[in-house]
């Protein structure tokens, strides 16, 4: 490697590596922390090492032969895992494009949970009901059922403080909504709102809005088709900016992680 590629490269790493260990500890600071801020916040460090030491990691690995093959494995499986990565990232863009267009009529309108702080919607899921209401509010005969459990050390389920959200901003009568309270991940969310759905009459064959955040689309519409929904059609809100990115890194993995439990 030239002097001059060697010199850009470690700016490059050092660069993103500060980038990345700032946007990890901005969010374990309000306690975010979680799989998508640590593990980004090990990899910012290494890439903060390497631009600053690259010459010695470099004479430490080569004078053993084992180190220095373990040192280029990780390097050339961390290029085939941001492959993956940015493969996976264009295919989500690719279903954030559809879930853009203006839902069909359907018979049902499904908004996932996604945490709720004090009693109050978090911003994220705060977006999931601000872009069901036009929806809710354009179709007023599909049934709403908001999805979400009782979290740890919380009195009230998500789905409950979700309907309470929708009534007081948007003023969709509670009368409407129907509460999907037990669920803990996004598989029970459609189980159980499948099941809500039997028991008012209605068929997961019929055309079933799916509402949840853009970087979720995809692992959504998986999961309910794996479940027998025919045709689900998901409503994408987007993500807020300071966690957008951070988002997209963690469903990287847990779209991996629900391929592998079998999910879809």
């Excluded at 279903?95 to 109050?120: D, Y």
């Excluded at 459990?149 to 409407?176: C, K, N, P, W």
Aim: one cysteine or more; charged letters at 15%; aromatic letters at 10%.
């Amino acid at each position: 490697m030239s002097k001059a590629l060697l010199t850009s490269t470690r700016v490059i790493l050092f660069t993103i590596g500060i980038v990345i260990i700032v946007d990890c500890v901005t969010l374990m600071a309000v306690g975010k922390i979680n799989f998508g801020s640590v593990v980004p916040l090990l990899l910012g460090i290494v890439f903060v090492a390497h631009g600053l030491f690259w010459q010695a990691i470099r004479r430490y690995c080569c004078q053993n032969l084992w180190l220095n093959r373990l040192w280029y494995g990780l390097w050339a499986a961390f290029t085939l895992w941001l492959i993956s990565f940015g493969l996976f990232i264009w295919s989500l863009q690719q279903q954030i494009t559809l879930s853009m267009q203006p839902a069909p009529t359907v018979t049902a309108i499904i908004i996932l949970g996604s945490g709720t702080v004090a009693g109050k919607p978090t911003p994220t899921l705060a977006k999931r009901l601000d872009s069901a209401v036009p929806l809710i509010k354009s179709q007023p005969n599909a049934l709403v059922i908001t999805s979400g459990g009782v979290g740890f050390q919380r009195t009230r389920s998500e789905a409950d403080i979700m309907a309470t959200y929708l009534h007081e901003s948007h003023g969709i009568a509670f009368e409407r909504i129907l509460q999907e309270g037990k669920s803990t991940s996004t598989e029970e969310n459609l189980a159980n709102s499948g099941d809500i759905l039997e028991a008012n009459g209605l068929s997961i064959a019929e055309p079933i809005a799916i509402v949840t955040s853009d970087f979720h689309t995809i692992r959504a519409a998986s999961i309910a088709k794996h479940q027998g929904y025919e045709q689900p059609i998901t409503v994408a809100s987007p993500t807020p900016l300071s966690i957008r990115y951070n988002a997209w890194f963690r469903e990287y993995f847990a779209f991996v992680s629900g391929w592998l439990l079998g999910e879809y």
